[in-house]
């Protein structure tokens, strides 16, 4: 059982860039979410879905888009990178929501210079 | 949601118990009790929730204040395993969507 997994682990792009993080679950669950973390903060939460075709904003969810046309993916979608998007990022899924316990990947490190 | 107030950082023995505190005075009654850990370089883990009781399983145990507005995690027997970032996260939303505020750095001492 592998849970949520991320990719890529580490990335550098240019300004201007684009790319997507890719989120996979293979617990069957229908909220997944995207946080984001500067270094020596909590986490600040950008998107989440509640299920298939249905995504909602986060508190920081400028510069990003995401998609979910599948249970098991959620990727997260960067265009025209920032050097303030230079974060390590984080997916989550849980089967309850709030009543439930999230699972987290183990994040993926983006730099961008 | 309700914001919480836990201690920036916290120091503990090996084998010792290590309490948590965690202050929640505007909590609503709807307001789940969520507790996550975050180990060096690693994605959060959950540890425990709750909402109205006290609260065990293997990993710790959550003790809620009567009137709410408080809670303690206890972890009964540091490792060194257990050094890491604790976060105190009250939710009333339905989506889990979890507000992580700065959390408590533990650190065990052999």
């Known amino acids: 059982n592998a849970g949520v997994t991320q990719t890529p682990k580490f990335r550098i792009l240019k300004i201007g860039q684009s790319m997507t993080l890719q989120c996979a679950q293979d617990?069957?669950?229908?909220?997944m979410y995207w946080y984001r973390q500067d270094p020596g903060m909590g986490l600040k939460l950008i998107y989440y879905?509640?299920?298939?075709?249905?995504?909602d904003k986060g508190e920081v969810p400028n510069g990003y888009n995401v998609s979910r046309s599948t249970t098991e993916d959620f990727p997260l979608r960067l265009e025209l990178a920032a050097p303030s998007q230079t974060s390590v990022y984080f997916c989550?899924?849980?089967?309850?929501?709030?009543?439930?316990?999230?699972?987290f990947g183990e994040g993926s490190r983006l730099t961008v210079l | 949601d309700a914001k919480t107030t836990q201690p920036n950082s916290m120091e503990s023995n090996e084998e010792e118990p290590v309490h948590l505190p965690c202050n929640h005075s505007?909590?609503?009654?709807?307001?789940?009790i969520h507790w996550y850990r975050q180990l060096p370089s690693q994605g959060p883990e959950y540890v425990i929730h709750?909402?109205?009781s006290n609260v065990n399983n293997r990993m710790a145990s959550l003790a809620i204040a009567e009137d709410r507005k408080s809670s303690t995690l206890i972890l009964h027997r540091a490792t060194l395993r257990d050094a890491a970032v604790y976060y105190c996260?009250?939710?009333?939303?339905?989506?889990?969507?979890?507000?992580f505020g700065a959390g408590t750095q533990v650190v065990v001492t052999p």
């Open positions: 989550a899924s849980s089967f309850l929501g709030s009543t439930g316990e999230l699972f």
């Open positions: 617990m069957n669950h229908n909220y």
């Open positions: 879905s509640v299920g298939a075709g249905i995504t």
């Open positions: 505007t909590i609503s009654g709807t307001d789940y």
């Open positions: 709750g909402l109205t």
């Open positions: 996260i009250l939710t009333t939303d339905s989506w889990g969507k979890l507000q």
